[in-house]
């Protein structure tokens, strides 16, 4: 009986988790390989029928490369499924020794590392890169590449559970923002400004830790900017932007104002390892007339970063209405109760 009631417990417990992950498609196997470095390795239509094959995920020394330390490039072919088009997805590679940069169908969705010259490995770090909307073709040949660069000892796609899932959040966004943002470290409030140029910013993966992207061991300013548009119907309705958590402090704004902040934002360096803003998700009210359905919107996030992790690390990233919001909330805060009770029937005391 108290095994199976902690059983009941932990499972239920799961929808407290702000991030859940849902595989759709396993992509373990043999993938196509080559060594080398070519930019046109990235274009889904080129011929790779000639490339020998190698088992992922596995060191390649073990698949019949040993001591090779370079360049090489993976990959594979998937059908679409037309399941997938309205899910929040993500590729999941597992580890990568040492660096890596992934595309499919030739779009750039993820950089973990650094490399030659500023080379900085990451092979200990985990690649979930999310899918923009509209990536994968349902029905067609998709195409996933990934560039490779190893400095010593085992390289490649060394382990991991690899494949597509979908990412569930507590709450889940109407409307998914880009995977892929602009991101400067520094601090101008320029930056804000819907015409501001960041055309020469580096391209940064949201969400993803800025220390695994090029960034390793900053603390301090940094910027985030995006552009996206929404459906017309968003014109009258109570919305709600998701920021997801972020390490440590930030403040949003959205067309050039100001919808919201969490934590202070010093003027000088500041330590604060007791802090516990990079716990919370942000949710701020986005003002009414703000939006601008039908046109191009900028969403600009300031970030402060006390100490080891920073930035915009975890989703749910994007819009939500005020009724699913609140309904999601009425939810939790339902199940919550139904806990309490139940620990407060059988042991006599509040969880």
């Not at 986005?286 to 992790?309: F, H, M, T």
Request: hydrophobic share 35%; aromatic share 16%.
């Amino acid at each position: 009986m108290p095994a199976l009631f902690f059983l009941l417990v932990l499972t239920l417990s799961g929808s407290a988790k702000s991030e859940e992950r849902h595989r759709l498609l396993n992509l373990r196997g043999d993938w196509k390989f080559e060594l080398g470095d070519n930019a046109r390795w990235a274009d889904p239509k080129f011929d790779d029928r000639k490339w020998s094959e190698v088992y992922v995920p596995s060191s390649w020394e073990d698949e019949g490369y040993p001591d090779y330390d370079g360049y090489a490039w993976y990959r594979v072919h998937l059908t679409g499924s037309d399941n997938w088009q309205s899910k929040d997805l993500v590729l999941d590679l597992g580890t990568i020794d040492d660096v890596d940069e992934t595309f499919i169908n030739g779009e750039m969705v993820g950089s973990t590392g650094s490399f030659p010259p500023d080379y900085a490995t990451a092979y200990n770090v985990e690649r979930v890169y999310s899918i923009p909307p509209g990536v994968l073709k349902p029905g067609e040949d998709n195409v996933i590449a990934v560039r490779v660069y190893d400095d010593q000892l085992s390289g490649g796609i060394i382990d991991g559970r690899v494949g597509i899932y979908e990412r569930r959040y507590d709450t889940n966004p109407d409307l998914r923002l880009p995977a892929v943002w602009k991101f400067k470290t520094g601090d101008d409030m320029d930056w804000k400004e819907v015409n501001f140029d960041d055309k020469n910013w580096k391209s940064i993966n949201v969400p993803a830790y800025w220390e695994n992207q090029g960034f390793k061991n900053y603390d301090g300013y940094a910027w985030y900017r995006t552009k996206f548009n929404v459906p017309s119907d968003y014109q009258d309705r109570n919305l709600i932007f998701l920021v997801g958590k972020i390490d440590d402090f930030d403040e949003v704004y959205l067309n050039g104002q100001r919808i919201g902040r969490t934590g202070p934002m010093p003027k000088y360096d500041m330590h604060r390892p007791d802090s516990d803003e990079y716990l919370r998700t942000r949710a701020y009210t986005i003002p009414s007339g703000l939006l601008r359905p039908g046109a191009e919107n900028v969403l600009a996030v300031r970030v402060y970063d006390c100490w080891q992790g920073g930035g915009i690390y975890e989703g749910p990233i994007g819009i939500v209405t005020k009724q699913h919001y609140v309904k999601y909330h009425r939810t939790a805060r339902a199940v919550e109760g139904w806990f309490e009770n139940l620990f407060d029937d059988i042991f006599g005391w509040r969880y």
